[in-house]
């Protein structure tokens, strides 16, 4: 609920009393704001890294300019400087093209050498063995060098052995595996690997610019409707060559996730999902004939989600899935079989990390958003069922860490209006002692900026929160503009209830006046699966009505000067932003669409069609999402911001809209970035803060920039 001294500021009835007292505190300058900030308004403070063991935890403490690890006692509290990091394991690494191998005690040893580069040398459990990509066919060496072996022969420019087609590496294997498509076993004896056959996918053009005649780089790119790779699973054993391919025909239109091996090595267990992607099968697959057996399966009206991380309990007592097909994610202890054991939690309602499970105590620790949906609390619940127990406190947002064992934990918690702190607990939820509080001796004597969290209803009547950032001696008599940054997507929410530093460039705003707003839509996680479940075929309209409505309940309050109703983000931020300007022309005034979605047609396969079905079954809905379709619409300013070289959401996007706008005589602002991807690093990315502030002074404060920008950008 919103406090009654939430309620109060944003009805704008600020007493004379209160706004007299702000201005006496001091303000920070702009040197403080953009170079150095004052000290002791909100001081570093230790950080916790991780458990020694399950009753010692480690904690680095600044000192100086660095910060150095401790070794704290749970009990006493008692800390001792941490020895330094030694080199105690085994790593492979690529340089200079080639693998090298480093043992434990720092003796390297050279294992490839070659003019072809090799990628994603990976150990093996035993650390005996390497197993590596070169030109899209898969290897083993050991770590001596000898003994190598390739167990395919037929890799080329579209055929990718252990190497992931673009689709894969982007939106299910995850760009965190550098595109590795190949997992050892617990036992070290075999490799499960993926095949792709990009041959039928078409290819996406991206121009270079450089040099005098410039060059294109070609992709695989498989758009909404077009082929997708024909993916294949084998198994080879890691002493010799011979593949065993898993049961499943190539060339069915279908999906493959990220497998899971057994413990004991003897069985694979593979996700597969229709191209619809509403039905998901877990199979366990025999490695020596490749025969499969479904475990479980899963349908949903809409879409649904890759399992990745399920818990694999000791001695085949079974498995715990996370799944949100009752609407909302909760966990299912289930048996090896795929039978359901009990469902450990329930509710309108989400759990988030499943953190821990104690299999003596038969019980598991998890985070979920229980309380509030803007925060995360840390629970536990038995295997046999019950209810969840709180073990955290007071209406916070936790960050936990878990002792190994469970014993303990250790909370970074804060709101919007208290700054972080730390405490250690027990497994009770019992606070055994404070840790930190990153409030400093000069942060009330300072006029910052408040941020409240308050909720809007939608149209049809849901309630959803956004957070108000107003600006410093705020006066509710007055209008000002409003600048509102948004990601968007499904499932990736931005409003919580933690502390945001009121130092920075949100300062800097503040005390120029503008009103700084985030809001969460209905698919944002707020509403579990039941609220993404509005979105489906019909990818942002649901989203940008709703950023319309909490518009216009900002607009009650008296102090927005409509205007003025500025919007910015990238990617799906992007998106929102450029449907901001031409679809909802009448709310929004002003918008940087940064590397946007323009035509979800554009997009991936994968991505797009788990929400929006393929254009060919749902051409409506394509173009009802679509800012091209309202590109007539747009009367504010809108400035089209894109990298010429950008692989995810490539600049044909932006490229299509400023035709459409071009075609209608229309007044927009266009900025390029060559050879930038998918956002700007180094020198554009300096100068895309430069020109997103050139265009704050221009548009929202109507003055000229201060003098002070101009030289702290030399």
């Known amino acids: ?62 000192e100086g300019q660095q910060s150095k690890p401790y070794t704290v006692d749970v009990k006493t509290g008692n800390a001792v400087p941490s020895a330094p990091a030694q080199v105690n394991v085994a790593t492979v690494t690529i340089k200079n093209r080639d693998i090298y191998y480093k043992d434990a005690q720092g003796t390297e040893t050279r294992i490839t050498n070659d003019t072809i580069e090799e990628k994603n040398p990976t150990l093996s459990p035993d650390g005996k063995l390497i197993a590596f990509t070169r030109n899209n066919d898969l290897y083993k060496a050991d770590i001596t060098g ?32 550098r595109y590795k498509a190949f997992w050892w076993s617990p036992d070290s004896k075999r490799l499960a690997f993926m095949r792709f056959d990009d041959s039928q996918v078409p290819v996406f053009p991206i121009y270079n610019s450089s040099g005098q005649h410039g060059f294109l780089e070609n992709t695989r790119y498989p758009k909404p409707g077009d082929k997708n790779p024909e993916v294949k699973m084998g198994i080879v054993n890691a002493d010799r060559e011979g593949i065993v391919w898993t049961d499943f025909n190539a060339k069915d239109d279908q999906y493959f996730g990220t497998p899971f091996w057994m413990a004991d090595s003897k069985t694979l267990w593979m996700q597969w999902m229709n191209r619809d992607q509403n039905d998901l099968i877990i199979y366990s697959v025999t490695p020596t004939d490749g025969k499969k057996k479904v475990i479980y399966e899963e349908k949903q009206k809409t879409w ?89 406190f007071g209406n916070y947002d936790h960050t936990i ?76 008599s007055k209008k000002y503009p409003v600048w509102i940054s948004i990601y968007g997507g499904p499932d990736a929410g931005t409003v919580y209830d933690r502390f945001k530093s009121p130092v920075g460039q949100n300062y800097w705003w503040a005390k120029e006046g503008v009103i700084q707003v985030a809001i969460d839509n209905r698919s944002a996680g707020h509403l579990g699966k039941t609220g993404m479940n509005y979105i489906y075929r019909q990818l942002g309209k649901y989203e940008i009505d709703d950023y319309v409505d909490a518009v216009n309940f900002l607009k009650t309050k008296g102090y927005v000067n ?23 022309a009448d709310v929004f005034t002003h918008g940087i669409a940064n590397f946007s979605p323009t035509d979800w047609a554009l997009y991936d396969t994968h991505y797009t069609e788990r929400f929006m079905d393929t254009p060919q079954d749902n051409a409506e809905g394509y173009k009802i999402t679509a800012p091209l379709t309202y590109a007539e619409k747009l009367k504010g300013t809108l400035r089209i911001v894109h990298g010429t070289m950008d692989d995810n959401v490539h600049m044909q996007n932006s490229i299509q809209l400023v035709n459409k706008l071009q075609d209608l005589n229309k007044h927009f602002e266009f900025m ?37 920008f101009s030289n702290y950008w030399k």
């Open 672 to 708: 390029l970035y060559p050879g930038e991807r998918h956002g700007f690093r180094g020198a554009k990315s300096r100068h895309s803060a430069q020109e997103n502030t050139r265009f704050m002074y221009q548009y929202m404060l109507d003055k000229p920039l201060p003098a002070e």
């Open 304 to 392: 649904i989600d890759w399992f990745d991380d399920m818990y694999f309990l000791k001695n085949g007592q079974g498995f715990i899935l996370k799944s949100d097909k009752s609407g909302y994610g909760h966990f299912y202890y289930m048996d090896l079989n795929g039978k359901l054991k009990k469902q450990l939690t329930s509710g309108k309602w989400r759990v988030a990390n499943l953190l821990m499970v104690d299999e003596k105590a038969q019980e598991i620790f998890f985070t979920a958003r229980k309380e509030a949906t803007t925060r995360f609390d840390l629970y536990r619940v038995s295997l046999k069922g019950g209810e969840p127990k709180r073990l955290t």
């Open 562 to 584: 409509e205007n003025k109703v500025g919007i910015t983000g990238g990617s799906f931020g992007g998106y929102i932003t450029a449907m901001a300007l031409t679809y909802a």
């Open 146 to 177: 000898k003994n190598e072996i390739r167990y395919t022969t037929d890799g080329s420019d579209v055929i990718y052995n252990g190497w992931a087609s673009w689709v894969y590496y982007e939106e299910i294997l995850g760009r965190a595996t």
């Open 1 to 62: 609920m919103i406090n009654k001294s939430r309620i109060i500021l944003l009805a704008g009835t600020v007493c004379l009393s209160a706004s007299a007292f702000s201005q006496q505190k001091k303000e920070l300058s702009f040197s403080e704001v953009y170079e150095k900030s004052p000290k002791d308004i909100i001081n570093a403070i230790p950080v916790q890294r991780g458990w020694a063991d399950d009753t010692h935890y480690i904690e680095y403490r600044p």
């Open 401 to 476: 860490s878990l002792s190994p064992n469970g014993s303990y934990f250790i909370s970074n918690f804060s709101n919007l209006q208290t700054p972080p702190q730390t405490a250690l607990l027990d497994k009770n939820g019992k606070i055994i002692r404070q840790l930190a509080n990153s409030k400093g001796p000069e942060f009330s004597n300072y006029n910052l900026p408040e941020t409240n969290l308050v909720y809007y209803k939608t149209r049809d009547g849901l309630e959803l929160p956004m957070t108000v950032t107003l600006p410093l001696n705020f006066d509710a």
